[in-house]
């Protein structure tokens, strides 16, 4: 069984910056594509950004040109650079993997780290 442990959440003042980490239990290659999510209290969860097997990167257009996702095959980790944060930014950040093999589609989730950011 796949697990997803996030961390790097925390308080921060607007226009600060945070790095998150997802650690996963096995190889992330063999996922197609990984990311985040974030979901505040009372809203529905939302994209923020997913990397594919490919390499190729996308982006929630609110968090465009302010975040950074990237990975490290070799510490099966992904990692979202947060940058220039915004209180609207604050949420609880949900790292996501998707797997497809074979016709069937697995999706893991891990349980999320906090991040709030103060104005």
Known sequence: ???????GG?????????RLSCAASGTISKFNAMGWYRQAPGKQ???VALIFRSGGENYADYVKGRFTISRDSAKN?????MDSLKPEDTANYLCYAL?????RVDTYWG???Q???SS
Not at 1 to 7: A, G, H, N, T
Not at 10 to 18: D, F, I, K, T
Not at 99 to 103: E, T
């Open 10 to 18: 925390g308080l921060v003042q607007a226009g600060g910056s945070l």
């Open 111 to 113: 349980q999320g780290t």
């Open 77 to 81: 980790t992904v990692y979202l650079q």
């Open 45 to 47: 969860r939302e994209t």
């Open 1 to 7: 069984q796949v697990q997803l442990v996030e961390s």
């Open 99 to 103: 797997g497809m093999n074979s016709g």
């Open 115 to 117: 991040v709030t950011v």
